[in-house]
């Protein structure tokens, strides 16, 4: 295994190095302390099994294939390769493969990324999706840093009537850089993100399908300023602009002055354009920290440099924090107003208050305690499209429903630790969260509008030092009230954990039993077998196994049940 990882390391060299005569006898001599070239990394396999009376959609058989290695070259060149190989969803295309391998090499402050990669410039330009091509990022200073990429963010994936889960997609390609300056007092950066879709990479599409290529350029200007010591202030401003459809050819003649589209792409009948901007303020003084946040997305904002994008949102944040009792307990809290429709075209607008208190008290080394409470208000301004079209003044019928919606969280945790010794150590944790929710209409509660989520957890564990076994005993209750109707789920969980064999081998098992009834009506019971063990071979080889069997018994259908084995090995070089 490792020498076909060196031989893997050898065509990875610059063609100067491999030019060289290379005796294979003495191949393991440049390897390892001491020599020009080392080598290190992992590799990781494992195997699913599943069985059952429901299977489900799942495969009964699933394996992945995942590991990395690093090429270092006298200690000033790195190579870092990785790959993620699996079978699952192998009767299916997808735009992205979940197969990915990708390269990293790295040369004083030069990083390269070859492969299924990815890069985020900015939320609103290119933020982490994957794309397959290659990328750079270069910080040889700590003042200066540039990054660029290109590649393909989507394969095509032609349109099939009898899989209708996977929706047809164009070949995506997207490139785009990014430039950065950092001082000790200020920073500065600006970001440009492109992508277009070919349309000639898949056949025709159903006009009902309402899918067409897309073409988008997108920019971000960014900075920072510490006018004075605990003074932090920050601001981001982006622009982008999506054709629709990318096979529109009919321009507007008078652009309106957009920078998008009298620069980068000509404004077309389908082009939107949208903007973005975030700006933020944050002061430390003593050990109190203060912040000031304000974001506002157009409402459509869209960049193909991101999976999915919050938009139509104003935000509105505050936040403060504060340690007390001497730094054995600190306060936080954070307060935000939200609301969308900012264009004022949507039939309701929605507007949130949220405030939430993080508490946290640690007087000494056996108890912790921390408290969480949050408050969400939700209101909605409901206006009819026949108000709009019956009204005869600007005023009139400006609110037809007013509706208010209050949800309240509470999360209490508290662990003490009973005894510790050299022989054995008892914990006591105990878990409790409150969900309350109701509805208001025209300021009114009514019967069957509100919910209430209770859930509890007490677990105890004791801890045999000497012989590395552990066991925990805990009861889960989760009693829940939903309009009329009330629901109340039950249940013990039991382990078992230990370390073998000089800490070589690790085993363990639970058993754990839970029980639902509805408005006291029985539901369902199920109970969980769980086991899994693990051997270190060598410091190097692991051996991992598990396995799950689930019964359950639901009114009506009986009893079912599931059968889940997932075997591992890991070997680090």
């Known amino acids: 295994m490792k020498y076909l990882l060196y031989c893997l390391g050898l065509l990875l060299l610059p063609p100067a190095l491999r030019a060289q005569q290379v005796d294979l006898a003495n191949l393991k001599g440049m390897f390892g302390k001491g020599a020009p070239l080392k080598v290190n990394g992992g590799l990781n396999a494992s195997t699913?099994?599943?069985?059952?009376?429901?299977?489900?959609?799942?495969?009964?058989?699933?394996?992945?294939?995942?590991?990395?290695?690093?090429?270092?070259?006298?200690?000033?060149?790195?190579?870092?390769?990785?790959?993620?190989?699996?079978n699952a969803g192998i009767n299916y295309t997808y735009p992205t493969t979940p197969n990915r391998l990708s390269l990293h090499p790295t040369y004083k402050g030069i990083t390269g990324h070859i492969g299924d990669v990815?890069?985020?410039?900015?939320?609103?330009?290119?933020?982490?999706?994957?794309?397959?091509?290659?990328?750079?990022?270069?910080?040889?200073?700590?003042?200066?840093?540039?990054?660029?990429?290109?590649?393909r963010l989507s394969r095509a994936v032609a349109y099939d009537s009898t899989n209708r889960n996977v929706l047809p997609t164009f070949q995506r390609i997207g490139y785009g850089t990014k430039l950065t300056l950092n001082e000790e007092n200020y920073g500065l950066g600006f970001s440009i993100f492109a992508a277009k879709d070919d349309p000639s990479s898949i056949p025709a599409l159903p006009d009902s399908l309402y899918i067409s290529p897309k073409k988008n350029v997108t920019f971000s200007i960014n900075g920072m300023l510490r006018p004075s010591k605990g003074l932090e202030l920050s601001l981001e401003y982006a622009n982008s602009a999506v054709q629709m459809d990318k096979r529109d050819f009919n321009i507007v003649k008078e652009q309106g002055g957009n920078l998008l589209g009298s620069v980068f792409m000509y404004d077309h009948k389908s082009t939107l354009f949208y903007k973005a901007i975030k700006a933020g303020m944050n002061y430390t003084?003593?050990?109190?920290?203060?912040?000031?946040?304000?974001?506002?997305?157009?409402?459509?904002?869209?960049?193909?440099?991101?999976?999915y994008f919050n938009n139509d949102l104003e935000n509105i944040t505050v936040n403060f924090s504060q340690p007390f009792l001497k730094n054995k307990a600190n306060v936080s809290v954070n307060v935000g107003y939200q609301r969308d429709d900012l264009?004022?075209?949507?039939?309701?607008?929605?507007?949130?208050?949220v405030s939430s208190i993080n508490m946290n008290y640690?007087?000494?080394?056996r108890l912790n305690m921390s408290l969480t409470y949050s408050n969400f208000q939700t209101y909605m301004n409901m206006r009819s499209q026949f108000d709009l079209i019956n009204q005869t003044?600007?005023?009139?019928?400006?609110?037809?429903?007013?509706?208010?919606?209050?949800?309240?969280?509470?999360?209490?945790?508290?662990?003490?630790?009973?005894?510790?010794?050299?022989?054995?150590?008892?914990?006591?944790?105990?878990?409790?969260?409150?969900?309350?929710?109701?509805?208001?209409?025209?300021?009114?509660?009514?019967?069957?509008?509100?919910?209430?989520?209770?859930?509890?957890?007490?677990?105890?564990?004791?801890?045999?030092?000497?012989a590395q076994l552990n066991v925990t005993a805990a009861f889960n209750l989760s009693y829940n009230?939903?309009?009329?109707?009330?629901?109340?789920t039950?249940?013990?969980?039991?382990?078992?954990?230990?370390?073998?064999?000089?800490?070589?081998?690790?085993?363990?098992?639970?058993?754990?039993?839970?029980?639902?009834?509805?408005?006291?009506?029985?539901?369902?019971?199920?109970?969980?077998?769980?086991?899994?063990?693990g051997y270190r071979v060598q410091k190097k080889h692991n051996l991992n196994l598990s396995a799950i069997q689930q019964l359950r018994w639901v009114p009506l259908k009986g009893t079912v049940n599931d059968q889940t084995v997932t075997l591992g090995y890991n070997y680090n070089f």
Do not use: C
């Open 48 to 86: 699913i099994f599943h069985n059952g009376s429901e299977m489900s959609g799942r495969q009964p058989f699933t394996w992945y294939l995942n590991g990395n290695m690093n090429l270092n070259i006298y200690s000033q060149v790195n190579l870092p390769f990785s790959f993620n190989l699996t």
């Open 481 to 488: 009230t939903i309009g009329r109707d009330d629901y109340l």
């Open 393 to 466: 003044t600007p005023i009139q019928n400006l609110d037809t429903l007013n509706f208010k919606q209050i949800s309240q969280n509470t999360t209490l945790n508290v662990n003490y630790i009973l005894k510790t010794d050299k022989r054995k150590s008892q914990n006591l944790n105990m878990n409790f969260s409150l969900q309350d929710a109701a509805d208001l209409r025209e300021g009114v509660l009514h019967k069957g509008d509100g919910s209430r989520f209770y859930n509890g957890n007490l677990a105890y564990s004791l801890m045999f030092i000497p």
């Open 362 to 365: 640690n007087p000494g080394d």
């Open 118 to 151: 990815a890069m985020t410039f900015s939320p609103y330009t290119l933020n982490g999706i994957q794309f397959r091509g290659i990328g750079v990022d270069v910080a040889t200073t700590n003042e200066w840093s540039v990054s660029a990429m290109y590649g």
């Open 343 to 353: 264009a004022h075209t949507k039939s309701g607008q929605t507007s949130r208050m």
């Open 285 to 307: 003084f003593f050990k109190s920290t203060i912040g000031l946040g304000y974001e506002r997305i157009d409402p459509g904002y869209q960049t193909l440099g991101a999976y």
């Open 490 to 533: 039950w249940g013990p969980t039991a382990a078992v954990n230990s370390r073998l064999f000089n800490k070589k081998m690790t085993a363990g098992g639970s058993v754990s039993y839970n029980a639902s009834t509805a408005s006291g009506v029985q539901q369902g019971k199920v109970l969980n077998l769980r086991a899994n063990a």
